[in-house]
């Protein structure tokens, strides 16, 4: 089992950056594929960015392409999203996922088995 806790969210004007953390704690964090979702308001949760047991692939939503990047520090049982040029668009919670399998889909929410409680972002124009 992993328990995931998100933090590093808040208020931001747009262009700004912010860096959200997840901290795991539990047995075999660094077995387990990571991503980044967001909700907004009235919207489904969305994929944004995925890492690789070891780091060394990554993937990001064509929304945040080229504005986040997704990393993460096994010594620390930490996972980070860098996020920069925000955009009030961007405005949502955040949360952290575990992937339950490397074989599921890991653009879809269904495929993760553990998630942190969220952390809001907001982004003012």
């Known amino acids: 089992q992993v328990h995931l806790v998100e933090s590093g969210g808040g208020l931001v004007q747009a262009g700004g950056s912010l860096r959200l953390s997840c901290a795991a704690s539990g047995r075999t964090f660094t077995s387990y594929t990571m991503g980044w979702f967001r909700q907004a308001p009235g919207k489904e949760r969305e994929f944004v960015a995925v890492?690789?047991?070891?780091?060394?692939?990554?993937f990001h939503a064509d929304s945040v392409k080229g504005r986040f990047t997704i990393s993460r520090d096994n010594a620390k049982n930490t996972v980070y999203l860098q996020m920069s040029s925000l955009k009030s668009e961007d405005t949502a919670v955040y949360y952290c996922a575990a992937l339950g399998d490397d074989s599921d889909p890991p653009r879809r929410k269904f495929s993760y088995h553990y998630w942190g409680q969220g952390t809001q972002v907001t982004v003012s124009s």
């Open positions: 890492i690789s047991w070891s780091g060394g692939i990554t």
